[in-house]
């Protein structure tokens, strides 16, 4: 750990449908290395990726991460596998300076954890407001629609409108 200097750290979320079974979310740490370039670095699972920004570097491990573990699930022992690769005590010092970053990051209110559950909380809430959005407008095109139909007979061929006003002294 004497040669590394950690600028970022971050979560990788799986999310499986179509299957009956998820994945644990898994962790990185990024590393600026001496040459310049960033090395992310997947703790749990020891998958290693680099790249000439935090982003590239994080994007690269993440389909890394991604091919690695639908692999993993698809072709070999699925979940037990997962289980004895992340049963491993190798990247203990990975986790620890992972945690002391995530505590030094919460000082401002920008620990993963919360970031996290922010970006959940705001996904879910555009959802809710997209979902209640349409069924409001669904139940007014029916009411409108019962109206139109009420009126129907009534409304005259032609409408004329009128208004008239006069200023106030």
Do not use: C
Request: no cysteine; net charge negative.
């Amino acid at each position: 750990m004497e040669n590394k200097n950690f600028v970022a750290i971050g979560k990788i979320v799986f999310e499986t449908p179509g299957y009956s079974w998820n994945i644990p979310h898994t962790h990185f740490i990024v590393n600026k290395t001496a040459s310049g370039l960033f090395e992310a670095t997947n703790i749990q699972l020891t998958l290693d990726s680099i790249g000439d920004t935090i982003e590239d570097a994080a994007k690269s491990l993440a389909q890394l991460t991604s091919k690695y573990i639908m692999e993993i699930m698809l072709k070999r022992r699925g979940h037990d596998e997962l289980k004895e690769l992340m049963d491993s005590t190798a990247m203990e010092d990975y986790w620890r300076e992972f945690r002391k970053i995530e505590v030094d990051l919460s000082r401002t209110k920008n620990d993963l954890s919360h970031r996290f559950d922010r970006i959940y909380i705001t996904a879910v809430k555009e959802t809710i407001e997209d979902t209640i959005k349409k069924a409001i407008y669904d139940i007014a095109k029916i009411e409108a629609e019962k109206v139109y139909s009420a009126l129907k007979g009534r409304i005259p061929e032609a409408v004329t409108l009128y208004v008239d006003y006069t200023k106030a002294a």
